[in-house]
């Protein structure tokens, strides 16, 4: 059984829906950055995200610094104070998982991408899970999803059937029997969703603010990073080379 947790950092927009760009005037993000982690025990891995934030409630040099309004219910990047991510950001250097990371830069994705929104994360969802969600006999994939309707998690699975299915026809020797089931949860209900958040918050800092704090704690624990719209391909030997 593997699992694979599925989240983002920055947006898929490109147009508005007057057709003004939203990346030239600054108002969506150039990239698009998408994580995966990948686990085999998911009950496990809970269990360690919950036991660690549950440290950190309890760590005295932290609840000196927590406001009254900070509760620490889920981890995330974009809200944490920055000594819990640091903190945080270790904590997964020790844990047994693998991390895959997808990198879009949206101004260079096709036209079609670039007029949906929907379409353009789909497809690179499945760019990012083709060739990883076949290595078990069942899998279940989990995207980090805040809303719930039914519409929009059948057009991403779509999307992201229509990139699988391609691979697997280029790959007859992939396995012909397998489960792949996909799940859309809110980030706070597991930890790998968190950690996901995590990892997308790190590389998207350093692509689209040159600002690579955070990834340099974890990136050797990052099995690979695929640049996909200028053709570059990052692992732990071709390592990503950093201007500052």
């Known amino acids: 059984m593997a699992y694979i947790f599925l989240d983002e950092s920055g947006k898929p927009e490109v147009f508005s ?3 003004v760009n939203l990346v030239e005037k600054n108002m ?12 085999e025990d ?17 760590d005295s040099d932290l609840s000196k610094i927590f406001s009254s309004a900070y509760t620490l219910d889920a981890f995330h990047a974009q809200v944490d104070y920055d000594q819990v991510k640091d903190k945080f950001y270790n904590f997964i250097n020790t ?3 693998k991390i895959d990371v997808m990198v879009v830069e949206k101004l260079k994705c ?3 991408l670039k007029q949906s929104p929907g379409k353009l994360y789909g497809v690179m969802a499945g760019q990012l899970l083709k060739n990883i969600c076949h290595q078990s006999e069942n899998t279940e994939v989990i995207f980090s999803r805040k809303d719930s ?3 929009l998690r059948q057009e991403l699975e779509a999307e992201v ?17 397998f489960k792949l089931s996909y799940l859309h949860n809110p980030h706070y209900t597991h930890g790998g969703l968190q950690i996901a958040d995590y990892v997308s918050f790190a590389v998207f800092q350093g692509f689209e603010r040159n600002n690579w704090q955070h990834f340099k704690i974890i990136k050797n624990k990052i099995g690979k990073i695929q640049d996909i719209c200028n053709k570059k391909y990052y692992t732990r030997s071709n390592s990503l080379q950093l201007s500052t």
């Open 110 to 112: 096709y036209p079609a």
């Open 28 to 39: 969506s993000s150039r990239f698009l950055i998408l994580s995966a982690i990948r686990s």
């Open 95 to 97: 844990l047994q998982i």
């Open 42 to 58: 998911q009950l496990e891995l809970q269990q360690q995200v919950t036991d660690f934030r549950a440290g950190l409630l309890h």
């Open 161 to 177: 059937e229509k990139v699988r299915l391609d691979y697997m026809q280029k790959h007859p020797n992939l396995p012909a029997e």
């Open 17 to 19: 829906a007057k057709g």
């Open 149 to 151: 309707k039914l519409k």
